[in-house]
């Protein structure tokens, strides 16, 4: 959708073969966007149409890998800009890109195949064009599964992004301005396949009980 929209301002004739939105389940995922990206949806007049709940901006960093040692920091203020990124909430942005393509020029959407002189495949990993077309990868399992969720926290965020590196997992605690302004967290949470699913089978509150041994009350309590 947003490289429709770009074309589109080039002048570009655009049919849009897109999926609609899935409505169906909350969509808990969370974008984490650098300042070009940001650019280009201002450009596109998308940005300042997203929800100020919607977009909430990193201005720290704090990475802790194995060892008491392993950790990094690093700020917007070290950085010298006005912040390191923005965690964007995934359904917002995709529901202001789908209204900005109703009222764009030169994008008709479509279902049917239509001739053009450059085809775009952004289908994600299971792209029946693709598959059509004949086009084929290399795919090696690293057998990791990711777990996403909100949280909320008892104490507030600060702008401040957290990763833990211990190997196996890697768990990041990013800042977001939902459920809760100032205490919204979105959870991605790597791990062996088989520790997920074991993971994903607990309660809600024995699931908090392994997130809170995983971060070690660094970031608050954590509830979902």
């Not at 960093?61 to 917007?76: K, N």
């Not at 009222?103 to 693709?130: C, F, I, K, Q, W």
Request: charged fraction near 20%; avoid cysteine; charge should be negative.
């Amino acid at each position: 959708r947003t490289l429709a929209l770009a074309l589109s301002r080039q002048g570009l004739a655009v049919a849009l073969q897109a999926p609609p939105l899935n409505t169906a389940r909350e969509d808990v995922r969370a974008y984490a966007l650098n300042a070009g990206s940001v650019a280009l949806l201002d450009s596109l007049k998308v940005w300042n149409e997203l929800p100020a709940d919607a977009r909430t901006a990193v201005f720290d960093m704090r990475v802790e890998g194995d060892g008491a040692a392993a950790v990094l920091r690093f700020s917007a203020w070290q950085q010298q800009v006005r912040e390191l990124a923005w965690i964007v909430d995934a359904a917002a942005l995709e529901a202001e890109l789908a209204a900005a393509l109703r009222y764009a020029p030169h994008v008709t959407a479509t279902t049917d195949a239509v001739p053009a002189r450059l085809l775009v495949l952004a289908e994600g990993r299971a792209s029946a064009t693709r598959e059509q077309l004949g086009v084929a990868f290399d795919i090696h399992d690293y057998g990791q599964t990711a777990i996403a969720a909100r949280l909320q926290s008892d104490t507030a965020h600060g702008g401040l992004a957290r990763q833990w590196f211990h190997a196996p997992d890697v768990l990041a605690l990013l800042p977001t301005d939902r459920p809760q302004t100032g205490h919204g967290l979105a959870l991605v949470w790597s791990l062996p396949a088989e520790r997920a699913q074991s993971l994903l089978a607990l309660t809600g509150a024995e699931f908090e009980d392994e997130l809170m041994k995983a971060t070690q009350g660094a970031a608050g309590t954590l509830t979902l």
